[in-house]
């Protein structure tokens, strides 16, 4: 049995979308437990239990779900989100072998996205954003570090070992992830276990998230730093470089050199974008950078 853990803060068009669409999955032993702040006039059925939570945060509305879930799956997406019938179907299919405690897949843009939430879409996915840095194996399906609690698929006594940061407003999923793969589990990436997710646009809705989104990474690899955790510190590295390069370059002029590569990276990055998205993030990825850059200092400096 799966259950769904679904945190929101009031029921809307978005939510009752994200339900419509779980209902209609093709894997049919499940429970949906919806979190409301409070309930008002949210959808009926024997399938959906409810918990009014408060205005607390996600990671506190999940951990909720997970102590009254009666599912030996526990199944995460967002509220502004909405699964493939097949979603978990897939994910099961995916999560059977022993050693696997994590599946997860691709957050796609929804049919009704703006032009500028695709290109922060794309700009997360591609090889130079953070879809680089989640990254381990090769291939469709690959094993990653972590997955996104907007569409996670978790064994129940492993999240409920490790349960979400609740001092964290982002980030919470990453710890969980961590802490699954040290206790010697894999996390897997399957590009058939999809959801649709609406996420900030660029610019400055998807910069502010980002910068936040850094200053909480930051925590979490303060808290549990290892080699695989280096790759964080390079945007923060990037923007300390581009802040001190004037004095750098009053000293010697060879420390112009990487700056004269990074642009080619961000043209080989956006060549496969769609070329309404090419344009936007010819100038988003190096903003995501620094804005990403600047939080992680700040959470490691706090």
Same mark, same amino acid.
């Given at each position: 049995? =799966?259950?769904?853990?679904?945190?929101?803060?009031?029921?809307?068009?978005?939510?009752?979308?994200?339900?419509?669409?779980?209902?209609?999955?093709? !894997?049919?032993?499940?429970?949906?437990?919806?979190?409301?702040?409070?309930?008002?006039?949210?959808? *009926?059925?024997?399938?959906?239990?409810?918990?009014?939570?408060?205005?607390?945060? #996600?990671?506190?509305?999940?951990? =909720?779900?997970?102590?009254?879930?009666?599912?030996?799956?526990?199944?995460?997406?967002?509220?502004?989100?909405?699964?493939?019938?097949?979603?978990?179907?897939?994910? =099961?299919?995916?999560? *059977?072998?022993?050693?696997?405690?994590?599946?997860?897949?691709?957050?796609?843009?929804?049919?009704?996205?703006?032009? $500028?939430?695709?290109?922060?879409?794309? /700009?997360?996915?591609?090889?130079?954003?953070?879809?680089?840095?989640?990254?381990?194996?090769?291939?469709?399906?690959?094993?990653?570090?972590? /997955?996104?609690?907007?569409?996670?698929?978790?064994?129940?006594?492993?999240?409920?070992?490790?349960?979400?940061?609740?001092?964290?407003?982002?980030?919470?999923?990453? &710890?969980?992830?961590?802490?699954?793969?040290?206790?010697?589990?894999?996390?897997?990436?399957? #590009?058939?276990?999809?959801?649709?997710?609406?996420?900030?646009? $660029?610019?400055? #809705?998807?910069?502010?998230?980002?910068?936040? *989104?850094?200053?909480?990474?930051?925590?979490?690899? &303060? *808290?549990?730093?290892?080699?695989?955790?280096? =790759?964080?510190?390079?945007?923060?590295?990037?923007?300390?470089?581009?802040?001190?390069?004037?004095?750098?370059?009053?000293?010697?002029?060879?420390?112009?050199?990487?700056?004269?590569?990074? #642009?080619?990276?961000?043209?080989?990055?956006?060549?496969?974008?769609?070329?309404?998205?090419?344009?936007?993030?010819?100038?988003?990825?190096?903003?995501?950078? /620094?804005? !990403?850059? $600047?939080?992680?200092?700040?959470?490691?400096?706090?």
């Amino acid at each position: 049995m =799966i259950s769904i853990i679904l945190p929101y803060k009031t029921w809307d068009v978005v939510v009752a979308k994200c339900c419509g669409s779980l209902i209609k999955q093709s !894997y049919t032993d499940f429970e949906i437990i919806l979190l409301p702040d409070e309930r008002t006039r949210e959808r *009926q059925g024997s399938l959906f239990k409810y918990i009014e939570t408060g205005p607390v945060l #996600p990671s506190v509305k999940r951990n =909720i779900g997970m102590r009254n879930a009666k599912g030996d799956v526990f199944a995460f997406i967002d509220s502004d989100a909405y699964a493939h019938k097949d979603w978990l179907k897939n994910a =099961i299919a995916r999560l *059977q072998p022993a050693s696997v405690g994590v599946v997860g897949g691709p957050n796609l843009a929804p049919e009704n996205a703006s032009w $500028l939430e695709r290109a922060a879409i794309d /700009m997360v996915y591609c090889s130079l954003g953070t879809g680089g840095s989640y990254k381990i194996g090769g291939g469709d399906v690959y094993e990653s570090r972590e /997955m996104a609690s907007s569409n996670m698929v978790v064994k129940a006594h492993l999240a409920k070992e490790f349960v979400f940061d609740e001092t964290l407003l982002t980030s919470e999923d990453s &710890k969980m992830c961590y802490d699954i793969r040290n206790a010697g589990f894999k996390i897997l990436y399957d #590009p058939s276990v999809k959801v649709w997710h609406h996420r900030r646009p $660029l610019f400055w #809705p998807h910069l502010s998230r980002m910068f936040v *989104q850094g200053r909480d990474k930051a925590k979490v690899v &303060k *808290q549990m730093f290892g080699k695989d955790k280096l =790759i964080f510190f390079v945007p923060s590295m990037f923007t300390l470089y581009l802040m001190s390069l004037p004095l750098l370059l009053w000293w010697s002029k060879l420390f112009l050199i990487p700056l004269l590569f990074y #642009p080619l990276a961000v043209l080989m990055a956006v060549w496969e974008m769609p070329i309404t998205t090419k344009i936007p993030n010819l100038l988003g990825i190096p903003l995501t950078h /620094m804005f !990403y850059g $600047l939080g992680f200092i700040k959470g490691m400096l706090r």
